[in-house]
Structures are given as structure tokens and as C-alpha cells.
């Protein structure tokens, strides 16, 4: 790999980190082991081609182009932390995989209940998930800064927001939005 390929894999992977919270190949090598996968089936129960889950991971791809695509990681990590705490049996969690892979997306916003946990209510985390899905869906975390940085001084509270949820970590936005809860 040339210098050039070198640092476009390097940018790549830190806009996964400000978009996704982490670089997609550690994300998907997380999932992988943590439910038992494959490659081939970690692309097939997102729906994406084994050569772009490939580019996702190595970086020479940066973005998920498919929301519902993020959606579906989203429901993975959430049910490898169920079965990391024994609340999912694997049997469970092949079932729960099938679901996964047909699910066309959806939002816990809205009253679909595809992307709900099983208890029926939205966790903070999941939520703060899809506010950042959808910012992130609609511009590149560069961008919504330049936004925020032109609203601060007359709406520092809608620059914050922009700025936490729209380029930030996935951990300070749970935190603002349980700060900002009640």
C-alpha cells in the first residue's frame, strides 16, 4: 500500500469513528465474534455484498451509503450485548438474526416497533443511535460542525446539539441526552 492509500484508509477510518463511534473492521470483528459469524454471514444479515462489508472493514470504504444497513448493525450490537449478558440464547439470537436481515429499516421515533427491544421500549443508547443515523444520513460530520459553528452565537443550544449528536461520540450524546431529560 502507497502513501496515498495509506492515509485516504486513515481518513477513512476516522470519519467511521466520528460517524459510527469506532472503525467499522473493529465494530464488524466485534460482531463477528461476539455472535458467532462469519464474514459472509455478517454481509448476508446486513445486506450488504461480501466484497463492500471487505472495503467497510479494511477502509477503503468510509460510509454505509443504506440507513437501513446502520439500523441493522445497530440491532446487532444490541443483541451481541444480550447475548453477552445471557438475556439471548444463541438459538435465540440465530432466530433474532433472521429477523434482523429482513427488517427494512424503521425508527424507534416512530411507532414501527421494529427496532425495539424486546421489553417494547427504546433504550437511551438506541435512540441517541437513530438522532445520529439521521444526522449523519443527511451530511458528513464536517459539515453539520461548519452548521454549528454558523449558529452558535444566536442558537448555542441548537450548535450543541449539532455538534454532540451529529459529529460526537455516541457516549457524550447518551450523556447530553440524559442531561437533558426532564
Known amino acids: 500500500m502507497d502513501a496515498v492509500q495509506q492515509e485516504a484508509t486513515a481518513r477513512a477510518r476516522e470519519l467511521q469513528r466520528s460517524w459510527y463511534g469506532e472503525p467499522l473492521g ?8 461476539d455472535l458467532g459469524l462469519n464474514q459472509a454471514r455478517l454481509a448476508a444479515v446486513l445486506g450488504l455484498s461480501a466484497p463492500m462489508l471487505s472495503q467497510l472493514m479494511s477502509g477503503q470504504r468510509a460510509k454505509i451509503g443504506n440507513p437501513a444497513v446502520v439500523q441493522r448493525v445497530q440491532a446487532l450490537q444490541d443483541l451481541a450485548g444480550q447475548v453477552a449478558d445471557g438475556s439471548v440464547s444463541a438459538a435465540e439470537a ?15 421515533l416512530s411507532n414501527s416497533g421494529q427496532t425495539q427491544i424486546s421489553s417494547g421500549a427504546p433504550t437511551v443508547k438506541r435512540v441517541v443511535r ?3 443515523s439521521l444526522l449523519r444520513s443527511v451530511s458528513a460530520a464536517g459539515d453539520i460542525i461548519d452548521a ?3 449558529l452558535a452565537a444566536s442558537h448555542p443550544e441548537l450548535a450543541e446539539f449539532l455538534r ?3 459529529a460526537g461520540r455516541t457516549a457524550d450524546a447518551v450523556a447530553h441526552y440524559e442531561a437533558h431529560q426532564n
Do not use: N
Open 26 to 33: 473493529a465494530l464488524f470483528r466485534r460482531l463477528i465474534d
Open 94 to 108: 440465530t432466530d433474532r438474526m433472521d429477523e434482523i436481515k429482513k427488517t427494512q429499516g424503521g425508527s424507534v
Open 130 to 132: 437513530e438522532i445520529q
Open 148 to 150: 454549528a459553528d454558523t
Open 164 to 166: 454532540v449528536y451529529g
